[in-house]
């Protein structure tokens, strides 16, 4: 089983930017595919970018894209979630998630075995 430890939430104002940080323990980490899941208040867990720790590939969800970042350092089996021009929308619970390697890319959660506790992140207009 994977350990995750997210990081780096926060308040920030709309326009502004956070990173979130999720450091993973307890398996080899090149063998893990990794993600960032959200989830506002009301709403179902939403996937929002992965990336397959052995080759750095990365996807974001189109909600997304061109605002936020996913990242590693594979010094420190951390992956990160940059995150832009920020909105109100993007308010909610972020997680990171853990699981091995699949074929082909997956945003679903109920793919992954091991969650974090989760980060808030919320976006004042």
């Known amino acids: 089983q994977v350990q995750l430890v997210e990081s780096g939430g926060g308040s920030v104002q709309a326009g502004g930017s956070l990173r979130l940080a999720c450091a993973a323990s307890g398996s080899t980490y090149s063998r893990l595919y990794m993600a960032w899941f959200r989830q506002a208040p009301g709403k179902e867990r939403e996937g929002v970018a992965a990336?397959?720790?052995?080759?750095?590939?990365?996807t974001c969800a189109d909600s997304v894209k061109g605002r936020f970042t996913i990242s590693q350092d594979k010094d420190k089996n951390t992956v990160y979630l940059q995150m832009n021009s920020l909105q109100s929308e993007d308010t909610a619970m972020y997680y990171c998630?853990?699981?091995?390697?699949?074929?082909?890319?997956?945003?679903?959660?109920?793919?992954?075995?091991?969650w974090g506790q989760g980060t808030q992140v919320t976006v004042s207009s």
């Open positions: 990336i397959y720790t052995d080759s750095g590939s990365t």
């Open positions: 998630a853990a699981h091995l390697k699949p074929v082909t890319w997956i945003l679903t959660p109920k793919y992954f075995s091991s």
